[in-house]
C-alpha cells in the first residue's frame, strides 16, 4: 500500500533562509508525486507535480522539488523563504493510472519569522 | 483561473441529521472528487466519480455517504445521518480526464461541517 511520510509537523525558518521540507514515500510502482500548500482558509493549492518526465521540478512561487528514487524521497525546496510561504504544505503520491487517489501525507506546518 | 466552487463554507448540524455539501467543479473536468479532513490529521480520499458513477472508494466512505451528480454543473456529497465523527473540512476537487491536466487535482476552499 502507498504511504507518505513528512518529517516534521512544524519547520520554522527566518525570512530569506533556505526551505526545506522533507517527503518520503513507498509505492509498489512508479508513482506520482505532488506538492500542495494550503493558505489559511483556503483550498490546496498545487505548488508542482512529478510524473516521470525531468526528476527536478519547477512549481510556483520559486519552489522546486527533486524525484529520488533510490531514496524515496521527494523533498521540496526554496532557496529563500518569504514571509508569503507561510502556509501548511501536503506531499502527496499516487499510482500511475488510479485516477486522483492521492494519499496525502500529515503536512508541514512552516512558519516565517522576520 | 478556473476554480472549484464549494458551499456551504461551514455548516453546523445536529447529530442524526442529513447534510448535502455542493461543489460545482471545473467545467471541462470529468472526474470529481471528494476528500475531508479531520482537525490535525491527514487529508483523507472519500470517492471519485467519473461517467455518472462511483469508479473508486474509500473504507471512510459507507452507505451513510452518498455522492450525486444532479444536474450539468452541480456535484453534491450527502451525509444520510451524521455523526460526530464526520465533524471534518470536507474539500472537493475535480480533475482532466487525459492529457497533461490528468491526475492533477484542482481543489475547492472546503466546507467545514461541525456537527453536534
Known amino acids: 500500500a502507498q504511504s507518505v511520510t513528512q518529517l516534521g509537523s512544524h519547520v520554522s525558518v527566518s525570512e530569506g533562509a533556505l526551505v526545506l521540507l522533507r517527503c518520503n514515500y513507498s509505492s509498489s510502482v512508479p508513482p506520482y508525486l505532488f506538492w500542495y500548500v494550503q493558505y489559511p482558509n483556503q483550498g490546496l493549492q498545487l505548488l508542482l507535480k512529478?510524473?516521470?518526465?525531468?526528476?527536478l521540478v519547477k512549481g510556483i512561487n520559486g519552489f522546486e522539488a527533486e524525484f529520488k528514487k533510490s531514496e524515496t524521497s521527494f523533498h521540496l525546496t526554496k532557496p529563500s523563504a518569504h514571509m508569503s510561504d507561510a502556509a501548511e504544505y501536503f506531499c502527496a503520491v499516487s499510482e500511475k493510472n488510479q485516477g486522483g487517489k492521492l494519499i496525502f501525507g500529515q503536512g508541514t506546518e512552516l512558519s516565517v519569522k522576520p | 483561473e478556473p476554480e472549484v466552487t464549494q458551499t456551504p463554507s461551514h455548516q453546523v448540524t445536529q447529530m442524526g441529521q442529513e447534510v448535502i455539501l455542493r461543489c460545482v467543479p471545473i467545467?471541462?473536468?470529468?472526474?470529481f472528487y471528494w476528500y475531508r479532513q479531520i482537525l490535525g490529521q491527514k487529508v483523507e480520499f472519500l470517492v471519485s466519480?467519473?461517467?455518472?458513477?462511483?469508479?473508486?472508494k474509500s473504507e471512510i466512505f459507507d452507505d451513510q455517504f452518498s455522492v450525486e451528480r444532479p444536474d450539468g454543473s452541480n456535484f453534491t456529497l450527502k451525509i444520510r445521518s451524521t455523526k460526530l465523527e464526520d465533524s471534518a473540512m470536507y474539500f472537493c476537487a475535480s480533475s482532466e480526464t487525459s492529457g497533461p491536466g490528468a491526475n492533477v487535482l484542482t481543489f475547492g476552499a472546503g466546507s467545514r461541517l461541525t456537527v453536534l
Open positions: 466519480f467519473y461517467n455518472n458513477e462511483i469508479s473508486e
Open positions: 512529478y510524473t516521470s518526465a525531468a526528476t
Open positions: 467545467s471541462n473536468h470529468l472526474y
